[in-house]
């Protein structure tokens, strides 16, 4: 009796055990590899990475006459970056080394100058104070020589002819001696102001080297956050960097209500991004901001990144909203919309399969499995919308099932 209960009890436990065996595991197994075909918004969107920057900015350059004397500095101090300063406020200072150099040397050349400045003033007058002497006795003897030649009424014709003869020849002396000396001036006093002007020269440029020395402290000409400028390759400015005098700035004021993101696209993404597509904006700093934005410039020329063979390709995204928290150099998350659907049918791209050019599913029809012909529009990196050949709701499978090689495809009508 024991045993008969036994066996009426236990059977149907095994069946149940082997039922759920089989039924449940296939129905986990369903749900892994099929899904629904549903009706939403389709969004196609490209998504990059950028950096915040001001579309308009100030620069803080070192001084100008840095390019006049030919001097490379380098940055020995500057505030941190994203501090906010007033107009005057000191902002950093460029490493006077070199200036200091050029001091020293026009100090010794003034110094040399100034030397061969007064040793050509004691020539010159030395040089005249003889020319004038002569010219003095050439005077003295002419007059000795009419005083002679009064006193000589009474002597010989050849004495008194002899007197005037000698008269006549002092006095074209003195002229040549007097012409001589108005040259001999002339050159002495236009050696004196070469001179002079090499003085007033080297002065002149001892008086800017100190000026300039002067100006190596930078001080903001204006209100704003500071930020660091940027070399050619990217790399931002700091300390112990070189300045060239044909690209003096070593930091910018930018205005925080004009920003944009600067980023780049890869060949594949560059032909769907246009000008004037709506971008939403994030922030890795701040992942509860989101702004509004528009595209203003897509290069049509792409450039290869450093340590990379990848064509990259320019796209400014301008900021049309503001916020007080973004700040330049920031990170950003760059959603720009492609293309939108509202109320289309959609599944997922596994859920595609191909054969001579057809594209079809596999399709969940009571116990069995079709193969059905779809007509597909708009495709995203996970999504594609459904234009004829599903409804909503069908279930399809996301991986091929077994055994269904030479089933034949239900072709669209």
């Known amino acids: 009796m024991n045993k008969k209960k036994l066996l009426l009890f236990g059977i149907p436990v095994v069946l149940i055990l082997v039922g759920y065996t089989l039924f449940g595991n296939t129905a986990d197994e369903d749900v892994a590899i099929t899904t629904k075909v549903v009706k939403g918004d389709f969004v196609n969107e490209v998504i990059i990475s950028g950096e915040a920057q001001s579309t308009s900015l100030k620069k803080i350059n070192a001084p100008e006459e840095i390019r006049k004397f030919k001097i490379n500095v380098k940055i020995q101090d500057l505030i941190p ?63 000795e020589n009419k005083l002679e030649l009064k006193q000589s009424i009474y002597e010989p014709p050849a004495t008194i002819k002899k007197l005037e003869i000698n008269i006549e020849r002092l006095e074209r002396d003195l002229k040549e001696k007097t012409e001589d000396y108005k040259i001999k001036e002339q050159k002495a006093m236009a050696k004196m102001v070469e001179v002079g002007t090499e003085v007033s020269k080297i002065r002149k440029m001892l008086d800017e080297l100190k000026d300039l020395q002067k100006s190596f402290t930078i001080h903001s000409d204006a209100n704003g956050m500071v930020t660091y400028a940027k070399n050619w390759d990217g790399s931002k400015r700091k300390v112990g960097t070189s300045i060239s005098s044909w690209d003096p700035a070593i930091a910018t004021l930018p205005d925080l209500t004009k920003m944009e993101s600067k980023t780049y696209a890869n060949e594949v993404d560059i032909r769907k991004i246009k000008k004037d597509l709506p971008v939403i904006i994030g922030f890795d700093a701040f992942p509860d901001i989101t702004l509004k934005g528009t595209i203003t410039n897509v290069a049509n020329v792409g450039e290869e990144k450093r340590g990379s ?88 499978y996301l991986s091929k099932p077994e055994g269904m090689e030479e089933k034949s495809i239900l072709l669209l009508n």
């Open 309 to 396: 063979d990848i064509k990259l390709f320019q796209v400014l995204v301008n900021f049309d909203e503001n916020n007080e928290n973004v700040r330049p150099g920031m990170t950003t998350s760059n959603r720009i919309l492609i293309h939108k659907e509202e109320d289309v049918l959609m599944i997922p791209l596994d859920a595609v399969f191909s054969k001579d050019s057809i594209s079809f599913v596999y399709t969940k029809s009571g116990l069995s499995i079709d193969k059905k012909e779809i007509e597909m529009g708009e495709s995203n990196l996970d999504v594609v919308v459904i234009k004829k050949g599903l409804n909503e709701n069908e279930v399809v």
């Open 81 to 143: 970056e994203g501090s906010f300063v007033k107009e005057g406020d000191y902002v950093g200072r460029l490493d006077p080394s070199e200036v200091n150099e050029q001091i020293l040397d026009a100090q010794l050349n003034l110094e040399t100058a100034q030397s061969k400045y007064t040793q050509e003033q004691l020539d010159t007058t030395l040089t005249l104070k003889q020319e004038r002497t002569i010219i003095k006795d050439l005077l003295f003897d002419i007059q």
